[in-house]
C-alpha cells in the first residue's frame, strides 16, 4: 500500500548524496556509485552527468533498463534511515542547452571544463516504478 507522495519521497531523497546505479552488463548485473543532485525535486526522472566513454553508457547503449538504489543513515533517536529503489530506463543525452539547465558546482570535480568537457553525456533515468522501507512503513509508486 502507497501511504507516501511523490512530493514526500522527493524531499526525502534530496537529503542522499549518492546512490547505486545497476545496469545490465552483457548477462550480468554491473552497479556504481553515482551523484544525486539533491538541489533538484525530484518528479520521476533521475539525472547523471557521466563521460561517454564508460562501461555504464556501453551497457545502456545495448539495454536501457537499470535500477537506482538509495539509502539514508538512521535518524536521531535510533530511527532507521530510508531505502529506496528505482526501477526505469534511461535516455542519453548529448545537447549541452541540456547539460547547463542541470548543472551544479560540485560536479566541476568530475568535469573540470564544467558543461563544456569533452565526451560528456547526460543520462535522464525515468522511473517506472519506485519502492521504499523506512523502518515504519513501505509502499510502492507506480509511475
Not at 535500477?67 to 526501477?87: D, M, N, Q, W, Y
Not at 517506472?128 to 509508486?141: F, L, P
Request: glycine content about 8%; aromatic content about 12%; overall charge neutral.
Amino acid at each position: 500500500m502507497t501511504t507516501m507522495t511523490l512530493q514526500e519521497l522527493s524531499e526525502k531523497l534530496r537529503k542522499i548524496d549518492f546512490c547505486m546505479m545497476t545496469t545490465y552488463s552483457g548477462n550480468v548485473l554491473s552497479s556504481r556509485p553515482m551523484s544525486n543532485n539533491g538541489e533538484v525535486e525530484y518528479d520521476g526522472d533521475s539525472w547523471f552527468f557521466s563521460y561517454e566513454a564508460t562501461r555504464k553508457i556501453y551497457d545502456l547503449k545495448s539495454n536501457p533498463a537499470l535500477s537506482l538504489t538509495f539509502t539514508a543513515p538512521p535518524g536521531l533517536l535510533g530511527k532507521p534511515g530510508i531505502f529506496v529503489s528505482v526501477e526505469g530506463k534511461a535516455e542519453l543525452i548529448r545537447v549541452r542547452q541540456k547539460f547547463e539547465a542541470r548543472w551544479t558546482d560540485g560536479l566541476n570535480r568530475w568535469f573540470p571544463e564544467k558543461f563544456n568537457t569533452p565526451g560528456m553525456v547526460l543520462v535522464k533515468v525515468h522511473a517506472e516504478k519506485i519502492q521504499y522501507w523506512d523502518g515504519e512503513e513501505n509502499g510502492s509508486i507506480s509511475m
